[in-house]
């Protein structure tokens, strides 16, 4: 009789701890890892973050698989410009992005020669240090690093192979109503709203990249445990994300 209390006392704990941790992913804060470069130099291949559910209020695509509960959003507070979000990719409502927010509804988007123009002015930019990025080889990539002027006066960094690349012209569009524009930081090597991503849903937003809880690159090798150590980047631990 005890040993079956136990059995069931444990399955109880078990499903309460289960519940809590969905309740926190779905209304509070969800962690992500950073898969690609195409955030650098905010943004590294292995960050791991934390995002705030509850910013930009609630979608279907705030709960796990997105279950079509209601459309819309509730409790909606949109984002501005110059966040950092976690959103669906809109051509398949399933896979997650992670962007800049540049375009809010209404503005007018144009690239040209790498410049980027926001309702008909060039933002400006100021050329600062080279950004360097070291492969497993130790082999040195290095790339010009802009700090760049949102309107409203938010600076960001941004890096650029050149002025001169495929994505550096596009054509000017004007963001519709309840959608939004997002761009890499790295300029060049971004897959965002000027390549296949267009433009995003309100609806289609997780929410808010907050900070960063955990952060490691490919120095150590895993089937190696005391080598472990080297892969953190100790340095970018609960960093915030601006």
Do not use: C
């Amino acid at each position: 009789m005890e040993k079956d209390e136990g059995i069931l006392e444990t399955i109880k704990t078990v499903v309460i701890a289960i519940f809590i941790a969905l309740v926190i992913r779905t209304f509070l804060f969800e962690p992500f890892r950073i898969p690609s470069g195409s955030m650098y130099p905010t943004l590294y291949v292995g960050d791991y973050l934390f995002v705030s559910k509850y910013t930009y209020g609630y979608s279907k695509h705030s709960f796990p698989f997105s279950l079509p509960l209601f459309d819309g959003r509730i409790w909606d507070d949109r984002p501005q410009r110059g966040d950092v979000v976690v959103f669906k990719f809109p051509q398949d409502n399933s896979t997650d992005f992670i962007k800049r927010v540049i375009g809010l509804p209404g503005d007018k988007i144009k690239m040209e020669k790498g410049r980027l123009y926001i309702n008909g002015k060039m933002l400006e930019r100021e050329k600062i240090e080279d950004f360097v990025l070291r492969d497993e080889n130790g082999n040195a990539k290095r790339f010009n690093q802009y700090i760049e002027t949102l309107p409203e006066g938010k600076k960001h960094n941004i890096i650029e192979v050149s002025d001169f690349e495929m994505v550096d012209d596009m054509p000017e569009v004007t963001i519709p109503k309840d959608n939004y524009f997002m761009m890499g930081d790295n300029r060049d090597q971004s897959d965002d709203s000027r390549v296949s991503v267009g433009f995003v849903p309100a609806e289609n937003l997780i929410g808010k990249a907050r900070f960063l809880f955990y952060s490691h690159n490919d120095e150590g090798a895993w089937y190696l445990p005391w080598t472990w150590p080297k892969k953190i980047r100790w340095d970018r631990l609960f960093d915030k994300i601006s």
